[in-house]
Nanobody, 115 residues
Framework: QVQLVESGGGLVQPGGSLRLSCVAS????????MGWYRQAPGKQRELVAT???????TSADFAKGRFTISIDNPKNTVYLQMNSLKFEDTALYYC?????????WGQGTQVTVSS
């Protein structure tokens, strides 16, 4: 069972940036789909972005143009670069690994956008 450990969350002002990191306990393989999801209080968890080693990425409409997902394979790390943050981006952000239809989750890292 892969372990995923997120970091990089924090308090940021509107318009600011954060980079989230997710370190996997083993090599990220080409048939894994790595992702970032988020869950705000009282809301369902929602997809932010996904990526594969092969460079295939997807992102939610709200993330397009502001958030970028990337994978550093030698470091077993997935990043989420978030720019132009808004109040509504406040949430607990989770890293995920999907393999053969099964999804594993990290413990989450809190992002709070506040002035």
């Amino acid at each position: 069972q892969v372990q995923l450990v997120e970091s990089g969350g924090g308090l940021v002002q509107p318009g600011g940036s954060l980079r989230l990191s997710c370190v996997a306990s083993e090599t990220i393989y080409s048939n894994w789909i790595m992702g970032w999801y988020r869950q705000a209080p009282g809301k369902q968890r929602e997809l932010v972005a996904t990526a594969t080693i092969g460079g295939i990425t997807t992102s939610a409409d709200f993330a397009k143009g502001r958030f970028t997902i990337s994978i550093d394979n030698p470091k077993n790390t997935v990043y989420l670069q978030m720019n132009s943050l808004k109040f509504e981006d406040t949430a607990l952000y989770y890293c995920s690994r999907t393999y053969r239809g099964m999804t594993s989750w990290g413990q989450g890292t809190q992002v709070t956008v506040s002035s």
